[in-house]
């Protein structure tokens, strides 16, 4: 596992991902991000995932699993996206702001999953704690591991995640798709503590 982020570095990601939050919503130019005024940690590539909920119920979620710009810039740009561009869902609304709760999700780099026989997937996994990718050619999807709390064990999450991606469910089952496992740090604010609030 990668280095854990101070205290300081999730508050500043926070307001950053608040700021582009309100921002999106208004139609405004997100938050300049200053790089050498940050923390070496958020100047680095990072991957990031930008959860926003209301009332307890998903209303965007957008990230990567790409550490291709520093981890700052990444988190803008997912927290604008998880705001206004979640094909799932329309817009975040400037009423919404304030009862919206936003949880960042700071990805470790990816490592394929070696196995040698599809049976042995679920006993690789650890439930919790992997985020899991899986592709087949065109096809890929991601569960972050806050998803192990919604599914009833390996098997099950395998098969969700399979349907994500449009495979059959049993498609982890027959060997064929290139499987990844990541960990994630992941910090979130109350609707009281955003911008709007």
């Avoid at 926070?14 to 939050?21: G, K, N, R």
């Avoid at 050498?36 to 926003?52: E, I, K, N, W």
């Avoid at 899991?132 to 065109?138: A, F, N």
Wanted: aromatic share 6%.
């Amino acid at each position: 596992m990668e280095a854990l982020l101070s205290e300081r570095e999730k508050q500043i990601l926070l307001d950053l991902a608040d700021q582009s939050i309100v921002a999106a919503v208004h139609q405004n130019r997100p938050p300049r991000v200053d790089l050498d005024s940050l923390p070496d940690r958020l100047q680095q590539p990072g991957a990031s995932f930008v959860t926003l909920t209301r009332n307890g119920l998903l209303r965007g979620c957008i990230g990567t699993l790409k550490h291709e710009f520093s981890l700052a810039q990444d988190v803008v740009l997912r927290a604008c996206a998880a705001a206004t561009d979640d094909p799932r869902f329309p817009p975040l609304q400037t009423d919404e702001i304030e009862d919206t709760e936003i949880e960042i999700s700071v990805l470790t780099t990816p490592q394929p999953l070696e196995y040698n026989a599809p049976n042995e997937i679920p006993n690789l996994l650890v439930p919790g704690l992997d985020g899991v990718t899986i592709v087949q050619g065109l096809k890929r999807a991601t569960f972050l591991p806050q998803v192990w709390k919604k599914v009833d064990g390996p098997e099950h999450f395998l098969t969700m995640l399979c349907q994500k991606a449009r495979l059959p469910a049993e498609a982890w089952k027959r060997g064929e798709l290139e499987i990844s496992t990541y960990r994630v740090e992941s910090f979130h604010r109350s609707p009281d503590k955003t911008a709007g609030g």
